[in-house]
């Protein structure tokens, strides 16, 4: 009887597993990335970049993936709100349930589609995605954000756009990170 019980709970969590991995490839393949986080100096060199601008407004990470980035600009800038939009059921989750846990009052995530956030009130966009999410997000930025905010774009350039500034980060891949006024 405990043998059979013990089964039938092993053999939920590896469907539950499963099931979690399918909704993580299927959601990467749909969306043409996957939701790999930045490293530890790429993060850094961003909240180096918001203390820089030392903007106090919305903050809005597009794409947070499992969230590590959204909670640790969420710790260094506490009075900040901080929104972080996932479509990715199962990173927006762990995120979820890790603000919850460390109690990060400021800061949100929510299951939605950076393409049709409106970004109203926006004062920092903060992502990391592919050079074709880029190049979509081209005119959303031009037509929805504010004159005077800011993006801060990971490894991908927005094209067309000069940015204000770009810094190489310390890590193996000299990721760059740039920086754009709007
Ligand atoms: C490379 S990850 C970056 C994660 C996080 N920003 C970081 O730096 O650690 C890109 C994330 O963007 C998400 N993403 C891609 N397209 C999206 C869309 N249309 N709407 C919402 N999220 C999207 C992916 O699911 C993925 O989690």
New binding site residues.
């Given amino acids: 009887m405990e043998k059979d019980v013990y089964e039938a709970v092993s053999l939920a969590l590896a469907a539950a597993a499963l099931l979690a991995l399918i909704s993580i490839v299927y959601?990467?393949w749909r969306?043409?990335?996957?939701?790999?986080?930045?490293s530890a100096p790429?993060?850094q060199a961003v909240v180096h970049e918001l203390r820089r601008l030392s903007s106090s407004g919305l903050l809005v990470?597009?794409?947070?993936?499992?969230?590590?980035?959204?909670l640790q600009v969420g710790r260094c800038f506490p009075k900040r709100r901080i929104v972080?939009?996932?479509?990715?059921v199962i990173?927006m989750w762990i995120s979820f349930l890790v603000q919850k846990i460390n109690n990060q009052t400021n800061i949100s995530f929510i299951r939605?589609?950076?393409?049709t956030y409106s970004y109203e009130n926006v004062d920092t966009v903060?992502?990391?995605?592919?050079p074709g999410?880029m190049k979509r997000l081209n005119p959303i930025f031009h037509a929805r954000l504010a004159p005077g905010s800011h993006i801060i774009s990971?490894c991908f350039a927005l094209p067309d756009w000069e940015p204000e500034r770009v810094v190489v980060c310390r890590d193996f891949y000299r990721t760059k990170v740039y920086v754009y006024k709007v």
């Fill in positions: 959601r990467s969306n043409g990335i996957s939701p790999m986080p930045s790429v993060r990470e597009a794409g947070s993936g499992w969230g590590t980035l959204a972080g939009i996932e479509n990715s990173p939605g589609d950076l393409y903060v992502c990391y995605l592919y999410a990971i």
